[in-house]
């Protein structure tokens, strides 16, 4: 055990660390994985605020209550856009990270993610909850989440067991 732990802890303060080296297709990833899906989420927000207005949801609730159509409707409104909430920091999160070393197939991950999440939101927005994969480019939204998220693993792993340098 002292011996894994010798690899893992720097001999001195100066080895504590690796360095971080940005490269320059690293915009990429904070144009489309940061502004750009905020930019959906935005947009998600947008088809809420008409639904509260359509449908006579009024803040604070966040659901609509009761059986009715207009109830489903709101409802699956919102569910459009709170599911992309409920998966959204870990989406930008793992983005953020694994784009500093795969600013490429993160960066189109992240197109592929928000196309994918309009879709899947625009099913929903349907009143009928399966629909929400009626389009097939709705299941990118899981592909666009994992694949940063299976990178990051990736650089995580890097770190903890190559001695040298890796960036």
């Not at 998600?44 to 609509?64: C, E, I, N």
């Not at 599911?83 to 784009?99: C, H, K, R, W």
């Amino acid at each position: 055990m002292e011996d894994v732990a010798k690899d893992m802890l720097p001999a001195t303060f100066a080895d504590a660390g690796v360095p971080l080296v940005v490269p320059k297709p690293y915009g990429l990833v904070l144009l489309v994985n940061l502004i750009g899906s905020g930019f959906v989420l935005m947009m998600l927000s947008v088809k809420v605020t008409g639904a509260r207005k359509k449908y006579k949801v009024h803040y604070p609730a966040m659901y609509a209550t009761g059986d009715d159509d207009d109830a489903r409707m709101f409802n699956c409104v919102q569910r459009g856009h709170q599911q992309a909430l409920e998966t959204y920091p870990g989406f930008l999160a793992a983005s953020l990270v694994s784009g500093l070393r795969y600013p490429f197939v993160v960066s189109l991950m992240g197109m592929l993610w928000g196309y994918a999440r309009l879709k899947w939101a625009e099913g929903y927005r349907t009143g009928v909850p399966d629909k929400r994969y009626q389009s097939k480019i709705s299941f990118f939204i899981w592909f666009g989440f994992f694949i940063p998220l299976l990178l990051c693993g990736a650089m995580a792993i890097e770190l903890l067991f190559t001695p040298k340098r890796i960036f």
